[in-house]
Structure formats: structure tokens, C-alpha cells
Nanobody, 125 residues
Framework: QVHLVESGGGLVQAGGSLRLSCVASGRTISNYAMGWFRQAPGKEREFVAAITWSGLTTASADSVKGRFTISRDNAKNTVSLQMSSLKPEDTAVYYC??????????????????WGQGTQVTVSS
């Protein structure tokens, strides 16, 4: 069992930056690929970014490419999402998730076994 806790969300103006962190406990995250998803009010949860266990391979949604960067520090059992050039449409609850297939860059939420409780990101125009 992996317990995930996100932090770093908040209110920011358009064009600003935020860094989200996800700290894991229970098991080392080096056994998992990790992903970030988001869900805006009235919308389905959508893929944001993913990273394999080694951190050498990443993937991101077209909507955030060039603005968001996913990274991980297995020694600290932490995954991060650096967000820059934020837009109002980035407003959502952001979730961290763990995938048992550590080499996969899953874009579907059904591929992830463990989820955090989410952190709210609000971007004002």
C-alpha cells in the first residue's frame, strides 16, 4: 500500500508559477511509475504528466507541454510538478498517482492503483 499526499497548491495569477509536491509513504516510489492528473469542476479527470521509475522518461499532455515539468526524487520518495506560465484553464484539483507498472507512462487514470487526496490550484485572470 502506498499513501500519497500532495501539497503546494494555491491561488496564483495568470502567468505565474507553482510547484506541486507529492510525498509517498508505505513503500518506496522507485517501484512505481508516477503521474499527475487534474480535475476541474464539472469535468472528467484528465492526464497531466507521467514519469517512469527511473525518471529518465516522461510524458505530458499537449495542453501543458512546455509549461509543466514532472520530476522525481526516489531517495526522498517525492514526485514534483513544476508549473509555469499558468493559465485560468489550469484551474483544477491536482492529483498524484502511482502505477504498479514502473516502466509505463500511463495516460489513463484506470492504470493507476494509488491516489492522493488532491491539492487545489486556482489561476486568476
Amino acid at each position: 500500500q502506498v499513501h500519497l499526499v500532495e501539497s503546494g497548491g494555491g491561488l496564483v495569477q495568470a502567468g505565474g508559477s507553482l510547484r506541486l509536491s507529492c510525498v509517498a509513504s508505505g513503500r518506496t516510489i522507485s517501484n512505481y511509475a508516477m503521474g499527475w492528473f487534474r480535475q476541474a469542476p464539472g469535468k472528467e479527470r484528465e492526464f497531466v504528466a507521467a514519469i517512469t521509475w527511473s525518471g529518465l522518461t516522461t510524458a505530458s499532455a499537449d495542453s501543458v507541454k512546455g509549461r509543466f515539468t514532472i520530476s522525481r526524487d526516489n531517495a526522498k520518495n517525492t514526485v514534483s510538478l513544476q508549473m509555469s506560465s499558468l493559465k485560468p484553464e489550469d484551474t483544477a484539483v491536482y492529483y498524484c498517482a502511482a502505477d504498479n507498472d514502473k516502466r509505463r507512462l500511463g495516460r489513463s487514470s484506470i492504470l493507476y492503483e494509488y491516489w492522493g487526496q488532491g491539492t487545489q490550484v486556482t489561476v486568476s485572470s
